[in-house]
């Protein structure tokens, strides 16, 4: 719902700061989904949001699979939550490591790879991914980092952990929440108010993540790390944008179809309410 009507702008403003001093620091390790586990289960990989980033990022998993060795390769999913996508990885004959600080999310990864039959390819370990490393024998060819960036205080630090567990030559996948098209969409449902006072996050148990992030700076923090960035789409390029949200359920198929067609192309993607970014990380002998 709106928050600007009339002349209330100035009471939205004080409501937003309000409320932005009640809610808690998130933790600098990232935001525990024990509490609220089900919830994302339900609101967010049991909805067509879900089908979407599933599908979308599939198929760039897929493609990014191919310029990888083609061999089993060892894959780090950092903060995997319910193991949707390492699950699939492990299905093709891949070892995964899934972290993830919450237990909850660490139990149903592991319920979920029991029920596919993957169990023998996969390690769970409930940590922060930023402290991942003390549990690599040695480093992996591919990283997920699908949708936790945005819960960090300090995501900068994160990206640099993980990158250090990369193999050269290897890959990172990395998905995170778009500043932009989190002001799109609130200018599109006219919370112009909520737009000036600078999106700020207002429930305390809300699954809007505590630090959306703008694309040139993650961009930026990829290359100064020295790694290549070969791929970028748009998820949920449309979905967030309709109007009719009974859209989402009616016409699925097609607007499936319209999302995988557009999703890599500017300047969709840069309005997706996530980005998924994928870079390499040069191998040695190409340094010589």
């Known amino acids: 719902m709106p928050i600007n009507k009339g002349n209330t702008q100035g009471k939205s ?3 937003s700061k309000k ?7 998130p933790s600098p390790q990232g935001r525990n989904f024990d509490d609220m586990a089900e919830k994302f289960s339900r609101n967010i990989y049991g909805t067509t949001k879900g089908q979407i980033r599933q599908a979308v990022l599939g198929q760039d998993l897929r493609q990014l699979l191919t310029e990888l060795p083609q061999r089993p390769l060892r894959i780090l ?8 996508m390492a699950c699939e990885l492990a299905a093709l004959g891949h070892q995964v490591l899934l972290c993830d600080l919450s237990g909850e999310m ?3 990864a592991k319920a979920a790879a029991a029920e596919k039959g993957v169990s023998d390819n996969m390690q769970f370990v409930q940590c922060p991914a930023q402290d991942v490393a003390q549990y690599l024998e040695q480093p992996v060819d591919l990283i997920l980092f699908h949708a936790v960036i945005e819960w960090l205080a300090e995501p900068q630090q994160a990206l640099q952990a993980l990158n250090d567990c990369l193999l050269p030559g290897g890959a990172i996948s ?4 778009n500043v932009n098209g989190l002001l799109m969409r609130h200018m599109v449902l006219g919370n112009f108010g909520h737009v000036e006072a600078g999106l700020p996050k207002i429930k305390k148990s809300s699954l809007l993540p505590d630090y959306p992030l703008e694309p040139n700076q993650v961009y930026q923090w990829l290359e100064e790390m020295g790694l290549q960035i070969t791929g ?3 998820v949920r390029v449309f979905h967030d944008y309709l109007r009719n949200r009974q859209q989402h359920k009616q ?4 607007l499936l179809a319209l999302e995988q067609r557009y999703c890599r192309q500017e300047p969709f993607v840069s309005l997706g309410r996530y980005i998924h970014v994928m870079a390499h990380k040069p191998d040695r002998k190409d340094e010589l």
Do not use: C, H, P, S
């Open 174 to 177: 990395l998905m995170f929440y």
């Open 13 to 15: 403003k004080q409501l």
């Open 251 to 254: 016409d699925f198929d097609e």
């Open 77 to 84: 999913d950092a903060g995997g939550g319910e193991g949707q």
């Open 232 to 234: 970028k789409t748009g």
């Open 106 to 108: 660490i139990k149903r």
């Open 19 to 25: 409320k932005r001093i009640e809610v808690e620091q």
